[in-house]
């Protein structure tokens, strides 16, 4: 099946820094990907749609000046999580949708922890 | 919008057989996934379901009634590895984003 990767897998970093995620398609090119965040036993939210050249279409509620996402090529989106602060800390996950009926299935990243101190 | 129902968390033994209930309350469903997720991991794809019916895929099968909003997804001869939380996830309204249930959290004891 279709691999996502993502890096850093965990980070910690300062309240007021920023963190950069990335999310990877090895062996598809994915136009659309997504990001999510989940806390502790909660569900996965979407914070939000992206694509390939253009913009994020964020979530409602979802601060788009804080969490800053580039999808500048087929293979790679970016999460930049801005001025960092405690309540930032969660599991961020990304997926990557490959296209094709019936499914259009999603395929998840590993993950990123982040902890923000 | 959509509301996703799920038991919060379920025990059970090894070898035994569980299932895990999901109702849903949405406009122009569309299909329905089941994903598991070990702690700390991301969720991996088990089943989708858009007709009514069981679909069975080794230990594990998925059933879907529309017209109740119902799925279930029965998990046989359990292991402990199976131990994770199970994910019902709702595609509707045209969208093929889906909106993902709380979670089951299942525990499976010796």
């Known amino acids: 099946g279709a691999v996502v990767s993502q890096h850093p897998s965990r980070v910690i970093c300062k309240s007021g820094t920023s963190v950069k995620i990335e999310c990877r398609s090895l062996?598809?090119?994915?136009?659309?990907m997504f990001w999510y965040r989940q806390f502790p036993k909660q569900s996965l939210m979407l914070m939000a749609t992206?694509?390939?050249?253009?913009?994020?279409?964020?979530e409602q509620g979802v601060e788009k000046d804080k969490f800053l996402i580039n999808h500048a090529s087929l293979t790679l989106s970016t999460l930049t999580v801005t001025s960092a602060h405690p309540e930032d800390s969660s599991f961020y996950i990304c997926?990557?949708?490959?296209?094709?009926?019936?499914?259009?299935?999603?395929?998840f990243g590993p993950g990123t922890r982040l902890t923000v101190t | 919008g959509q509301n996703i129902d799920q038991p919060t968390e379920m025990t059970a033994t090894e070898g035994a057989i569980v299932q895990i209930n999901c109702t849903y309350q949405?406009?122009?469903?569309?299909?329905l996934f089941w994903y598991q997720q070990h702690a700390g991991e991301a969720p991996t794809f088990l089943s989708y379901n858009v007709l009514d019916g069981l679909e069975e895929k080794g230990r594990f099968s998925s059933f879907l009634s529309r017209s109740k909003g119902y799925s279930y997804l029965l998990l046989k001869e359990l292991q402990m590895k199976d131990s994770a939380s199970y994910l019902c996830?709702?595609?509707?309204?045209?969208?093929?984003?889906?909106?993902f249930g709380r979670g089951t959290s299942l525990i499976v004891h010796p």
């Open positions: 062996d598809f090119q994915a136009t659309t």
């Open positions: 992206s694509n390939e050249g253009s913009k994020a279409t964020y």
């Open positions: 997926s990557a949708l490959e296209r094709g009926p019936p499914r259009y299935e999603q395929y």
């Open positions: 996830a709702v595609r509707s309204g045209g969208s093929y984003i889906p909106t």
């Open positions: 949405t406009s122009g469903f569309n299909g």
